[in-house]
T-cell receptor
Framework: NAGVMQNPRHLVRRRGQEARLRCSPM?????VYWYRQLPEEGLKFMVY????????ESGMPKERFSAEFPKEGPSILRIQQVVRGDSAAYFC?????????????FGEGSRLTVL | KQEVTQIPAALSVPEGENLVLNCSFT??????LQWFRQDPGKGLTSLLL?????REQTSGRLNASLDKSSGRSTLYIAASQPGDSATYLC????????????FGTGTRLQVTL
């Protein structure tokens, strides 16, 4: 059973470009979460999605950031007009249902570098 | 404000030593608490999950305890090995926001030969 798959693992963008990060949850999981880890900081919650629905986006920056989890295909975290402060590791996690155990399974992350 | 604090930030021990990592949280209305391991440049590996109704969980050489009343959890690692070297993260989910984890900043552990 494959784990949470994220790609690309590493992404370099220049200021003003767009970054798209993809996440395929574990098989059978329908809930996806995105977290961001800034250099020398802890992981911060960004957004929680189910298929075709955003459940909680309280951690998303108000501008330039968006997330989706379509009926078919991976979840995508999109960052428009990237700035240097967006450089971070972006982690995706999945869970099988509205948590009864609450255990999340994390991918290996996508590391974004903005030049 | 719900905060999670981990002490110490870094720890170096010789191989074979038993050690304890500490995690404290400000809001005791937790849903569960998870301990993760993160290797440099890698993702998070879940080590132990403790539900709010539980006092401890064990897996191999690892034992995690939870004391909700004092807002504390400890991760005990027995007979440490160089392969245990990693950053250990504590994360709490709160009742009502069980889908959202609040992470500590981690303890960077180095086990030396």
């Amino acid at each position: 059973n494959a784990g949470v798959m994220q790609n690309p693992r590493h992404l370099v963008r220049r200021r003003g470009q767009e970054a798209r990060l993809r996440c395929s949850p574990m098989k059978g999981h329908s809930h996806v979460y995105w977290y961001r880890q800034l250099p020398e900081e802890g992981l911060k919650f960004m957004v929680y999605l189910q298929k075709e629905n955003i459940i909680d986006e309280s951690g998303m920056p108000k501008e330039r950031f968006s997330a989706e989890f379509p009926k078919e295909g991976p979840s995508i975290l999109r960052i428009q007009q990237v700035v240097r402060g967006d450089s971070a590791a972006y982690f995706c996690a999945s869970s099988p249902q509205r948590p009864n155990t609450g255990e999340l399974f994390f991918g290996e992350g996508s590391r974004l570098t903005v030049l | 404000k719900q905060e999670v604090t981990q002490i110490p930030a870094a720890l170096s021990v010789p191989e074979g030593e038993n050690l304890v990592l500490n995690c404290s949280f400000t809001d005791s209305a937790i849903y569960n608490l998870q301990w993760f391991r993160q290797d440099p440049g890698k993702g998070l590996t879940s080590l132990l999950l403790i539900q709010s109704s539980q006092r401890e969980q064990t897996s191999g050489r690892l034992n995690a305890s939870l004391d909700k009343s004092s807002g504390r959890s400890t991760l005990y690692i027995a007979a440490s090995q160089p392969g245990d070297s990693a950053t250990y993260l504590c994360a709490v989910s709160y009742t009502g926001t069980a889908s959202k984890l609040t992470f500590g900043t981690g303890t960077r552990l180095q086990v030396t030969l």
